[in-house]
């Protein structure tokens, strides 16, 4: 039984505050694949799940073991010896009613071998626990049919992520610092005539200490620009800028400047708003906004059409908030018309982008993201590692936490010569150690870096024997889950393409491979 | 892979895992997630503590709950849900206050460790101090959308939660609430003033009828004698009863309290000339003759699940006030006698109520409409959450306690999530432990605040309640005054101190430079209140609390009035009132519903770490929580 539309909205409340309605449309309309409902791919599973992820499929051909049952959550005592994919999915859908799931009990290489078209049907594949010949192979497949792949793993105190996207775009990226769209540099129209109409001479003590800061800004730019010809350019122009502003400030009958917030607001936002107006393109709606740039925009976006607070009389806060906001509806005008146009010739009905897509776009044009991961292939072919960044990595510090990556590709390399990983049986602790140094060794050589791995750390990693400690991975199910939402929403910047957590020291680090 | 944490773990920690009893306080978001990560991590002994039942808008992260338990407590479900995976584990659970009485210093003392997983900051307070009292180590935890941070607390050691000032609640002036409302949030707040005064408890703080000596409009003399008369006429002599009467003996019929609040009210508004000279004046709406606004074309509406972002037209707010107005009236009747409503962003007709005489009010003022989603962010001072970020924070969390458990407490962390990696590419930033704060007044050896006040108008019941239990943080205190007779100002004992409550402070002689000597018996917790007379506040504050007494003697000097002087009033004597949020709905335990929920986060308890100290390893992008 689903919810209706009114339980729904109540039930992602607090969600739908962070990506909207058209994130969680996205989310709610997407089909993602699990490989292995270990630990860590149900804590990942239950993450998306409870937010309300459309449907999911688990691929899984183990059977629920004893050492299952003591870190997974979603596997219960007495189902030992069931398939793990079907008493996985079983739980997991009591999370939400509104999630569909369904199991395969089948391996990996037999889909691949019989199946070949399985995986493309998914917006995103999760993998956990998966060799390392079979994981390439899959790779390479979802990298040909252009399908996001992350693999995730939890191995004793360290987790391990890698977001495989061959192109990602982002309109939405949520930047933390964004500076705002103000064009004081480039001034439209309306704007211009609005400021000069401005006559601060003739205000009284009240109105001038509540005119809203651009427009102080605009008019002693205007100033500056009479006198210097250019914008200020450099931090001594820009402190004598500061210095104008400054002088502005309305003086008492004892030549004491009055308290006038606005103008230190002024003086605040100088620097910010000098920043030149920028623009960076993109597709269909970036082919028009292209145009749009090349014409009536004279080389610069859309303008976004927002003002930040400001301490202003509410009157002229509000007619400056529309003057942008006309102007912004006036330029997302312009693009839909390029839109049209664009889509018209590409024999596309003119709904295929939607208006509110057009409007979104134009207000983020200048965060856009284009992101492109490196593939698997290029990451385990020693022709095309990032050993660069690895050596220099262990360089850098006797530290740093991209060793843990060289010994999980070391222990993965174990598996391959041994079918099983180091340390995973008690008493074969002593012989695994030599062994897995070697790996090690052999790693390095293949990369052609000379520097070493501290024994210690091969130590540690047998003493892990692959052991999946649930903390871990409930820890990594966050970030992973957190991963597969940016990607489904197209929304925040996703990881590229490496991510790498340390336990014991609650450090955590990313780095391209 | 295998499973096991042996090998992984050391042996002597193992032992402990299995043998240690542990605390969590909160089953909500973070503690849904503790409770499981604890139990597969080999804990066999959890006490589990939380006041709050299960609400629809758990369930998007509260994995443990699900629909059908919607309105049962979720210590108990929680509790269930963990012993079905292990029927073994020992869990016990309270659906409790853990700031009442039962909990005393003895409960806590029986556990190895104590784990926060809570949503305000009245009750985080109280437990760093029942674990300072009981000198137990505590793990602080808190998340708000993609942010959030674990932090570590052991006496001595560390800063406890309360040695650094947390930043107060967002104010705005009463004049512009009641009179000039300029911004959406103004007509919210007014609303929800609107709502406890007809079905709340009585706040004289919260009057939502005009405000007759704004300073703004009393500007010319001329006026006055309208206004006195207006007041009479208009206003009904209604300033002279409360609000709540008046709706009473109208019974609460939609109609006469419409006119009233969105006609006669503005109406005499209107009549205080001085106000609208610079402003566009309020046009007041007419039960019987509503505009026909067109409605906002927005056509996200039709997606499923999302009306709520539709902003009302001004006929269907009137409807919507009918109708919600009538069921918390019927709420209202059904609490009992001298029964009152609590606001709560969850409850439809509470929030409907509040949103359609927000958005009447700001169509009465001119300014822009908001949707029910958009409301009951800001009245409900919602914090976004989800269930990844809670899963990152419990797994934290435990990585923590495993370093305490194992001895290693020297070696904690605070650790800040960040939204995405920043700029050094790291998503965790871990920081060294700060040190306790030697003048904090909570942990240092002897307690001492001091608090600026009016001892010539402040009566001893506002003392107790704003002052000693609402910013001060006790739960139970006793008071004395320090004049050498002992005199007992308040008494925990029921009844024993009950005639004190309305007199006034300086009745007892209490005056510039009089000190208090408070004890909370339950906190194990005495602090000397040193009280500074003054006749008024910046922005007319009721009171202040300055915890260091050098930094208050350093800012005396600079304003060049001694303290005692009444100079201190601002240019700006508009009359300040808190924007009031969940935090400050919890901070009198004794009369409101919630105190140790734990569906989330506490964004007022962002410490702002605004000069990063040495320790820490990062030197930028510090999340603050
Ligand atoms: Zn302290």
């Known amino acids: 039984m689903e919810s209706g539309p009114a339980e729904k909205s109540k039930k992602y409340d607090r969600q739908l505050r962070l990506w909207g309605d058209h994130g969680q449309a996205a989310l709610e309309s997407a089909k993602v694949c699990l490989v292995n409902a270990t630990a860590t791919g149900t804590e990942i599973l239950k993450n998306i799940i409870l937010p309300g992820i459309g449907s999911f499929t688990i691929v899984d051909a183990h059977k629920v073991s004893g050492e299952d049952i003591g870190n997974n959550f979603f596997l219960e005592k007495d189902t030992i010896g069931k398939s793990r994919a079907q008493v996985a999915t079983e739980l997991l859908l009591e999370l939400n009613e509104d999630v569909n799931g369904d199991f395969i009990e089948e391996t990996v290489d037999n889909l691949l071998r019989n199946n070949s078209g399985f995986f493309q049907n998914f917006h995103m594949v999760i993998v956990t626990d998966l060799p390392e010949r079979t994981l390439v192979t899959l790779a390479a497949q979802l990298w040909e049919s252009d399908t996001p792949l992350l693999v995730c793993r939890s191995y004793g105190l360290i987790g391990y992520m890698r977001m495989v996207l061959k192109e990602h775009t982002v309109v939405e990226s949520h930047p933390d610092n964004a500076i705002e769209d103000l064009r004081l540099d480039h001034p439209f129209r309306t704007l211009t005539e609005y400021c000069n109409a401005q006559n601060m001479a003739e205000m009284t003590k009240k109105e001038h200490s509540h005119t809203p800061w651009l427009v102080i800004i605009y008019k002693f730019l205007e100033d500056w620009k009479k006198h210097n010809g250019e914008m200020p350019r450099n931090y001594k122009e820009k402190s004598k800028l500061k210095e104008m502003i400054r002088e502005g400030i309305l003086k008492n009958q004892d030549l004491v400047p009055e308290d006038e917030e606005n103008f230190d607001e002024a003086i605040r936002n100088v620097n910010s708003t000098l920043v030149p107006t920028k623009s960076k393109p993109f597709w269909i709606l970036a082919r028009a906004v292209k145009e749009f740039v090349q014409n009536e925009g004279q080389g610069r976006l859309p303008v976004r059409g927002s003002i930040p607070d400001m301490t202003a009389d509410s009157e002229r806060y509000i007619q400056l908030q529309n003057i942008y906001k006309e102007q912004a509806l006036q330029d997302i005008a312009i693009v839909t018309n390029y839109v049209h146009q664009l889509l018209q010739t590409l024999g596309r009905p003119q709904d295929n982008i939607s208006d509110s897509d057009i409007k979104t776009f134009c207000k983020n044009a200048s965060f856009l993201q284009l992101i492109r991961c490196r593939s698997l292939a290029q990451e385990y072919d020693p022709a095309t590692a990032n050993h660069a960044d690895i050596a220099m990595h262990l360089e850098d510090t006797d530290d740093d936490d991209l060793v843990f990556y060289i010994l999980l590709r070391a222990v993965d390399r174990f598996y391959s010569q041994y079918s099983k990983y180091p340390g995973c049986y008690g008493d074969s602790m002593e012989a695994d150690i030599p062994k897995l140094k070697a790996c090690v060794s052999k790693l390095l050589q293949d990369w052609g870096i000379t520097q070493n791995v501290k024994d210690d750390y091969v130590h540690e990693f047998c003493r892990y024997g692959a052991s999946e400690l649930h903390s871990v991975a409930a820890y990594m199910g966050g970030v992973a889950a957190q991963e597969v939402i940016k990607v489904i929403t197209h929304q925040f910047i996703p990881i590229n393409n490496t991510y790498i957590y340390n336990a014991m020291k609650q450090s955590s680090i990313t780095v391209q491979m | ?625």
């Open chain 2, 1 to 625: 892979m295998a499973a096991s944490i042996n090998g992984v773990l050391e042996q002597t920690l193992q032992k402990s895992i299995n043998s240690c009893k542990l605390l969590v306080v909160g089953a909500g978001g973070i503690g849904c997630e503790l409770i499981k990560n604890l139990v597969l991590t080999g804990f066999h002994d959890v006490e589990l503590i939380d006041l709050d039942t299960i609400d629809v808008s758990n369930l998007n992260r509260q994995f443990l709950f699900r629909k059908e338990h919607v309105g049962k407590s979720k210590a108990e479900v929680a509790k269930e849900s963990a012993l079905k995976f292990n029927p073994n584990a020992n869990i016990v659970a309270y659906h409790d206050s853990i700031m009442g009485p039962e909990y005393g210093v003895d409960f806590f003392k029986r556990f190895a460790l104590v784990m926060n997983a809570l949503d305000n900051r009245a009750a985080r307070n109280h437990v760093n101090r029942m674990c300072l009292a009981a000198d137990i180590p505590l793990i602080e935890s808190g998340t708000a959308g993609y942010l959030g941070q674990v932090t570590v607390i052991k006496k001595g050691l560390t800063e406890c939660y309360e040695c650094q000032p947390k930043p107060t609640q967002k104010s705005f002036p009463g004049c512009t609430i009641r009179n000039t409302p300029s911004e959406p949030i103004h007509c919210i707040v007014w609303a929800k003033h609107l709502f406890n005064q007809l079905f709340g408890e009585d706040d004289p703080d919260q009057d939502v009828s005009p405000d007759t000596e704004d300073p703004e409009a009393a500007g010319d003399a001329g006026e006055v004698a309208l206004q006195s008369e207006a007041k009479e006429s208009v206003a009904g002599g209604v300033a002279r009863k409360s609000t709540r009467m008046w709706a009473q003996q109208s019974g609460y019929e939609p109609e006469k309290i419409f006119n009233k609040m969105f006609r006669d009210d503005i109406r005499y508004l209107l009549s205080m000339e001085n106000l609208w000279k610079k402003r566009k004046a309020p046009l007041p709406l007419e039960w019987n003759n509503l505009p026909n606004t067109a409605q906002d074309g927005d056509h996200s509406a039709q997606l499923g699940g999302i009306r709520d972002q539709r902003v009302w037209s001004i006929c269907e707010c009137a409807s919507v006030f009918a109708e919600s107005l009538k069921l918390c009236k019927d709420q209202l009747m059904n609490s009992g006698d001298c029964g009152t409503l609590v606001w709560d962003k969850d409850d439809e007709p509470a929030l409907n109520f509040v949103t359609s005489a927000a958005n009447l009010r700001a169509h009465i003022f001119h300014i822009p409409l908001k949707s029910k989603f958009d409301v009951k962010s800001m009245a409900g001072n919602i914090i976004p959450a989800i269930a990844t970020t809670n899963a990152i924070i419990a797994g934290l969390l435990v990585m923590e306690g495993l370093k305490i458990l194992s001895g290693n407490i020297d070696k904690c962390k605070t650790v800040y999530l960040n939204r995405q990696p920043n700029p050094r590419k790291k998503l965790l930033v871990p920081c060294v432990l700060d040190k306790p704060n030697p003048k904090c007044y909570v942990c240092s050896e002897k307690p001492e605040v001091t608090v600026r006040l009016n001892t010539t108008t402040m009566t001893v019941h506002t003392l107790e309640e704003k002052i000693i239990k609402g910013s001060l943080g006790m739960v139970a205190p006793d008071v004395e005054i320090d004049d050498g007779k002992g005199t007992i100002l308040i008494s925990s004992e029921e009844g024993e101190t009950e005639g004190n409550m309305g007199k006034i402070l300086s009745e007892f002689g209490i005056r510039n430079g009089s000190r208090l000597k408070c004890d909370d018996f339950l906190q194990v917790y005495n602090l000397n209140i040193n009280i500074l007379h003054v006749e008024k506040l910046k922005e007319d504050k009721e009171f202040e609390v300055i915890g260091d007494i050098a930094e208050l003697q350093a800012q005396a000097s600079a304003d060049n009035t001694g303290p005692d002087t009444n100079s201190q009033e601002d240019d700006d004597d508009d009359d300040d009132l808190i924007m009031e949020d969940e935090p400050t709905e919890i901070t009198t335990p004794s009369r409101k519903r919630k105190a140790n929920g734990a569906s989330d986060a506490d964004l007022s308890t962002k410490k702002l770490k605004r000069s990063i100290d040495a320790n820490c390893q990062e030197d930028e992008d510090i999340v603050v929580l």
